[in-house]
């Protein structure tokens, strides 16, 4: 998670199920890194399965597995000519959902480039194979 320890808070803050997670944040020494500190998830009440959670104890993994899910998305991902034409270059970040069935759902870019690279990083999420859910 990127920003200084005011900015971490309130992203922690922002979402009700991992604000009850957040203890305190401190500076690390190296690079201007901030440190986390968090209650044990792994001795929280766990809820209906039917709720999405964004902290896990196991995390969601491709059921063809990451090199296979990286050689998906080389062979699938179409560089938006807009993007191209514009000299666009960079990481699109995207949350979703792994439902328990392990299809993915609601994809949605959380921090783009723009030139129609966000749009083309949803696209290639959604259509990708079921995953292992967390």
Known sequence: MEGDADEIRQKFAANSIVKQILVNTYPLDKNNMI???????????????????????????????????????????????????????????IEFVVNIDGSISDVRPIKG??????????????????WNPG
Not at 53 to 77: D, H, Q, R
Not at 117 to 129: F, K
């Open 113 to 130: 480039i723009g030139g129609g690279c966000d749009e083309e990083a949803v696209r290639i999420m959604s259509q990708a194979a079921p």
């Open 35 to 93: 440190g986390v500190l968090t209650v044990d998830v792994a001795k929280m009440e766990l809820k209906d399965q039917n709720d999405i959670y964004s902290v896990v104890e196991e995390t969601a993994t491709p059921k063809i597995g990451m090199p296979a899910f990286y050689e998906y998305v080389k062979a699938n991902l179409i560089y938006p000519s807009e993007a191209r034409q514009k000299g666009i270059e960079g990481r699109v970040f």
